[in-house]
């Protein structure tokens, strides 16, 4: 890969990360365009990092509030009357449920690291899982809206989503996002 075709990817990267598409599929697609291929898996590890840092610096106020919550008292969530937690008056809860809704991910991952490491070379499939996110996107329009917050099983069904997600083609925000909504978890908080 020569400094023209890692600047291409790398903008990319960047214009999909944020977006409910998959930024892992469009390198993927990027790369054959281009008529190249990465032989490992460092040049997608750089630019998720630079991802990850750009969000831990635009949300650095946020994070640095819920974890020094969640330090000072990381068991301080109580719960309503139907099993909810309120993420203003209980930020740990909100970082236990990113715990629980990770441990999917992170299960599959070491489980199918082969299957998708193959997955990554196929462009084909790329492009049919591109499709399937897009039909899944578009089907949430037609969910009614229930307005409820997020709840431990809900944490562990969006980390399972997530996991799929792993597939290139398909994005972890888009199915973050989708399955919150076949869920009925309120959008806005």
């Not at 008292?73 to 203003?88: H, V």
């Amino acid at each position: 890969m020569n400094i023209f075709q890692a600047l291409i990817l790398g903008i990319v990267q960047g214009l999909t990360e944020f977006l409910p598409v998959s930024s892992s599929g469009h390198l993927v697609i990027f790369e054959h365009l281009l008529n190249t291929t990465l032989e490992d898996i460092n040049f997608d590890v750089f630019a998720h990092a630079g991802t990850l840092l750009a969000v831990l610096v635009f949300y650095r106020v946020d994070l640095i509030r819920i974890m020094g919550n969640f330090l000072q008292n990381p068991f301080s969530f109580r719960n309503n009357d139907r099993g909810e937690a309120d993420k203003k008056e209980f930020p740990g809860y909100w970082v236990w449920l990113i715990i629980i809704g990770t441990i999917p991910a992170g299960v599959l991952g070491i489980l199918l690291e082969d299957y998708i490491t193959l997955a990554f070379k196929s462009v084909n499939l790329v492009g049919f899982v591109l499709i399937g996110c897009g039909i899944i996107l578009l089907s949430t329009r037609f969910i009614p809206k229930k307005r409820r917050k997020i709840s431990i099983i809900d944490a562990i069904l969006i980390g399972f989503a997530q996991a799929l997600a792993m597939t290139p083609g398909l994005s972890r925000s888009g199915m973050t996002i989708s399955m919150g909504l076949f869920r009925g978890v309120d959008p806005v908080k």
